[in-house]
């Protein structure tokens, strides 16, 4: 069956500008998570969806990073006025049940975003 | 806070070779551990996990890892390494009620042929 899919693959950017993220997790997944990962680093931890709720967004570096979840499928990560520093590759998961405690997530391909 | 980090950050196996890649993780409750693998070209896909029970658990591909909770460790093993096992590793674990996953900043494995 289909995996998690995000687009675009590659976003290549100026300072300061907004950008768009998209995650389409795999279809029944209630669970979503966003992570980003820096060159030679493991995957950081950014935001997680319990349906169409953020249920925890303490990874979020700061108010210029928003997610949404509007109808408990696909998700959009949104950057405001982005910064060389926001270069990265974004992660979208998605996992099956409720709580996804022990659960195993299934990873997409990532958007590989480059800031210049 | 919890973090995990893993000891090797870069491996050269000829083929055949035994592996063994040492992560550590830091939390005082009850952790989930995962390592998940990343061949070339390819997205994040699990190895193997490590909810409860036997400390030992054999993964995919023949793979596996123990879970010594004693030493906070959560090694992973594989007793004949082959060339198409080259990829990036990397060590996880997850507590409370997200599921939330805390990487390891990986390890990548080069296997010669």
């Known amino acids: 069956g289909a995996g998690v899919s995000q687009t675009p693959s590659n976003k290549v950017t100026e300072k300061g500008k907004y950008v768009e993220l998209r995650c389409d997790p795999i279809?029944?997944?209630?669970?979503l998570y966003w992570y980003r990962q820096s060159l030679g680093q493991g995957p950081e931890f950014l935001i997680y969806?319990?349906?169409?709720?953020?249920?925890?967004d303490s990874g979020l570096p700061n108010d210029r990073f928003f997610a949404v979840r509007p109808e408990g499928s696909v998700s959009t990560l949104k950057i405001q006025r982005t910064e060389r520093g926001d270069s990265a590759v974004y992660l979208c998961?998605?996992?099956?049940?409720?709580?996804?405690?022990?659960?195993?997530?299934?990873f997409g391909p990532g958007t590989r975003l480059t800031v210049l | 806070a919890q973090s995990v980090s893993q000891h090797n950050h870069h491996v050269i196996l000829s083929e055949a070779a035994s592996l063994e890649l040492g992560c550590n993780y830091s939390?005082?409750?009850?952790?989930?551990l995962f390592w998940y693998v990343q061949y070339p070209g390819q997205h994040l896909q699990l190895l193997l996990k490590?909810?409860?029970?036997?400390?030992l658990v054999k993964g995919i591909k023949g793979f596996e890892a123990e879970f010594i909770k004693s030493k906070f460790s959560f090694n992973l093993r594989k007793p004949s390494v082959q060339w198409s096992d080259t990829a990036e590793y990397f060590c996880?674990?997850?507590?409370?009620?997200?599921?939330?996953?805390?990487f390891g900043q990986g390890t990548t494995l080069q296997v010669k042929p």
């Open positions: 939390y005082g409750g009850t952790v989930n």
């Open positions: 969806f319990q349906g169409t709720g953020a249920a925890d």
């Open positions: 490590y909810f409860s029970g036997d400390p």
């Open positions: 996880a674990c997850s507590s409370g009620n997200t599921g939330k996953l805390i």
């Open positions: 998961a998605s996992s099956p049940i409720l709580a996804g405690v022990g659960d195993e997530q299934f």
């Open positions: 279809s029944g997944h209630t669970a």
